[in-house]
């Protein structure tokens, strides 16, 4: 492009500075950057960019433009004291009326074109804090963090608004899926209404989920205490155009699940707010102890939220027998989940459980008979998740309810071998979803959860069996009678007060008696045994007894009606011959004209 005069042919580059001294060399501008990853240079500097090559230079190639520009260092070049994603138009910040402007020479260089120059710092990417806290809500970051707040900003970032924040400062990967075990405080006061509520309205006249979620609200506890939409969705319910929902009219949209628990704690962790009611306020920290809570935490966006088991928008009372949380309708409202196989298997979990617990004992009390006292899922597992105490032994869990059982299973052989060689459980005999009603059964037989399936037939612990059965078998058998003498007793119309009182003097070493079978010690059972054997076999003679008496009674009564029939019969007959004496006498003095009797 510039060649050299034709007299200079064959000359080499060291003769060249023999004659031209450098003196021009100053006013050659140095690349400002470094040229690795740039070595084409017309890609930028070409006549028509915005950094344009001087007309002598036209038709250079980008091979000889470091033969005069020299190369300066690359700290003469800012780097980039954070990350691209999602800030890839720099003028946004950088424009020459912005925070943080560009030089006066940049003007009129295109966004494209800054990380020609610019590269993100190593050692700077993160130099811009992670934000630990979702944003929703929280869009005025100087609320906590100006000048003077509990959070001050560093001070070369005075001056700059709110929304010029999230420009540098990301929302942390964890958190923008799981939040903060903090409350988050609701950012929205329910506004008063100057007409209708825009919200409801327009709803549900949109119909479909929209007017499904509005309905479900209108019969919430939360519709009825006056909680709205702009509770957890922000926005204007007195406009009644788009803009009830536009940022201006603070609207949230819809909460993400990791914002759930924290939205609804910011009202029920306030004991203000939840005294009139008689909540606690303890739920927001017990689900953070659950397993849901905790797998919410790593981003597990699968497991249930207040949301999930309240009912959604249709929250109502606990005791309300519609509730998803009553217990009747807890177990299939927890199924929803723990039933899906597919779900579960992501983490080892049966998906039976419910199939099970309905043809237990306990499903049974609960489903068919309505017995309010049975358990449900959350009496063993926890309500919002703070496991019970000794949660991971099941004899403990099962101990809330039978104390006294518990009691006895504590003093037991059984639990003894818990420690040493893996004695059984609750669970061992009587199951764990699908607790079945305890029968005299399980002493017989080697099926499973039968005695017979640990201790072998001839051995000495199954000898103990057999007397354990043997006593409790002797005393149930007792009773029965006991009970059936007695009824018969009452149908034949005894009074038998006495026997009741005995037979219900029985009942109560019996109960002790099957509970204590759990210490597995047969003497103590046989002693209870017996005790209640003797009180029923009391009250079976004393019933039967009365029913020989009557026996005797109803002979002697009938014994007293025959000779009183007996007794009438004859008086009878003596009256007939007096009325026919009488009347011949009457019949002679007639015709003997003399009254009766006279002479």
């Given at each position: ?11 080499t ?10 003196a021009?060399l ?31 230079h ?25 990350p691209?994603?999602g ?6 910040c ?6 943080r ?13 800054c990380?020609?120059?610019?590269e ?7 130099a ?16 906590c ?7 001050p ?15 540098c ?22 506004p ?16 479909g989920a929209?007017a499904q979620n ?8 939360h ?9 957890c ?10 803009g ?26 306030n004991?203000?707010?939840m ?15 659950s ?45 929803r989940?723990?039933?899906d ?68 299973y ?27 009603p305890?029968t ?13 399936a ?24 007792a ?18 007060v ?23 010690i ?14 029923s ?7 039967q ?39 011949a006498e009457?019949?002679r ?11």
């Amino acid at each position: 492009m510039r060649p050299v005069p034709a007299d200079h042919t064959g000359r080499t580059n060291e003769m060249c500075a023999v004659c031209h001294e450098a003196a021009n060399l100053g006013v050659i501008p140095p690349v400002p950057h470094l040229t690795e990853g740039r070595q084409a240079c017309l890609g930028c500097h070409d006549a028509g960019e915005m950094v344009p090559v001087p007309v002598d230079h036209a038709g250079r190639t980008d091979e000889m433009c470091t033969a005069c520009h020299d190369v300066l260092v690359s700290e003469a070049i800012p780097t980039i004291p954070h990350p691209l994603e999602g800030r890839e138009d720099c003028l946004v910040c950088h424009g020459s009326a912005q925070l943080r402007p560009f030089p006066a020479d940049h003007h009129g260089r295109r966004k494209e074109t800054c990380t020609v120059c610019h590269e993100v710092g190593i050692g700077n990417v993160t130099a811009a804090p992670h934000i630990p806290h979702a944003t929703t809500g929280r869009e005025d970051c100087l609320a906590c963090h100006d000048t003077g707040r509990a959070r001050p900003f560093p001070a070369d970032h005075q001056g700059r608004p709110s929304d010029s924040c999230l420009d540098c400062h990301q929302v942390g990967s964890a958190v923008a899926i799981a939040p903060s075990t903090r409350v988050i405080p609701t950012p929205i006061s329910e506004p008063q209404l100057f007409g209708e509520n825009s919200c409801v309205t327009c709803h549900l006249g949109l119909g479909g989920a929209s007017a499904q979620n509005t309905g479900d609200w209108q019969a919430s506890v939360h519709a009825a205490q006056g909680v709205g939409c702009v509770s957890c969705h922000g926005g204007d319910p007195n406009q009644a155009d788009a803009g009830a929902m536009s940022p201006a009219a603070g609207f949230l949209g819809v909460p993400s699940k990791g914002q759930i628990p924290g939205l609804c704690a910011s009202c029920h962790s306030n004991v203000e707010l939840m005294r009139p009611y008689n909540i606690p306020i303890d739920q927001f920290e017990q689900y953070w102890q659950s397993q849901h809570g905790k797998a919410l935490l790593t981003g597990d966006g699968n497991v249930a939220t207040c949301f999930d088991c309240h009912g959604g928008h249709k929250v109502l009372k606990a005791d309300d027998p519609a509730a998803t949380v009553y217990p009747t309708n807890e177990p299939a409202m927890c199924a929803r989940c723990h039933a899906d196989a597919a779900l579960m298997a992501s983490y080892s979990i049966p998906s039976d459980q419910y199939q099970l617990y309905q043809t237990s004992v306990h499903g049974a009390a609960v489903l068919q008979k309505q017995d309010l006292r049975a358990p449900t899922c959350s009496t063993c597992h926890g309500v919002h998740g703070a496991a019970p105490p000794g949660f991971t032994q099941v004899a403990t869990v099962c101990g809330q309810c039978h104390s006294a059982t518990q009691e006895y299973y504590q003093k037991g052989a059984h639990k003894a071998g818990l420690t040493g060689q893996g004695g059984p459980g609750c669970i061992t005999c009587h199951g764990q979803h699908d607790v079945a009603p305890p029968t005299l059964d399980l002493f017989q037989g080697a099926e499973e959860r039968h005695c017979g399936a640990c201790h072998a037939a001839g051995s000495p612990a199954a000898a103990q069996v057999d007397k354990i059965y043997e006593a409790l078998k002797g005393a149930d058998d007792a009773y029965t009678e006991a009970e059936a003498a007695i009824a018969q007793a009452r149908t034949a119309r005894l009074i038998v007060v006495q026997q009741e009182e005995l037979l219900q003097k029985a009942i109560t070493p019996l109960i002790e008696a099957r509970a204590s079978q759990h210490t597995v010690i047969v003497a103590d059972i046989q002693a209870k045994a017996k005790e209640s054997t003797d009180l029923s076999k009391q009250a079976q003679a004393s019933a039967q007894a009365a029913l020989k008496d009557i026996d005797t009674r109803r002979t002697g009564m009938i014994v007293a009606l025959a000779v009183i029939l007996l007794v009438a019969v004859s008086l009878i007959l003596i009256k007939r011959d007096l009325d026919r004496r009488l009347e011949a006498e009457r019949a002679r003095a007639k015709e003997d004209g003399s009254a009766p009797g006279s002479g």
